[in-house]
């Protein structure tokens, strides 16, 4: 599966447009990481266990996305991008979201 944050990809032509795609997640956040993020507020610098759980979650949207596309069909993802939104004191919504096509290299 071809991921790209471009609206074409070099290199292959779009056959067919399957439509938008997106993988969600909620990132509930650990103890550990709010105590470190509570304490990195008032010293300083960055909560280093809060910016590893937003990776593997961002990573998991992105699977997810993935997995949604295949499903539909699809070659590739077009135009990705990510959203993110504070769900009050739960966590964080993390969604990845593009557009599913079927592609053909072109010589």
């Given at each position: ?46 909560p280093r266990g809060m910016a590893k759980e937003l990776h593997d979650?961002?990573?998991q949207a992105r699977r997810r996305l993935v997995r949604a596309a ?38």
């Open positions: 599966m071809i991921v790209s944050t471009m609206n074409d990809l070099p290199g292959y032509r779009v056959t067919e447009v399957i439509g938008d795609v997106f993988g969600l997640t909620v990132m509930v956040r650990s103890g550990a990481s709010s105590i470190e993020a509570g304490l990195k507020t008032l010293l300083g610098g960055e979650f961002r990573l295949e499903e539909a069909g699809a070659d590739a993802v077009l135009a990705v991008r990510y959203e993110s939104h504070d769900l009050r004191d739960v966590g964080t919504e993390i969604c990845a979201y593009g557009t599913a096509v079927r592609v053909q290299k072109v010589d």
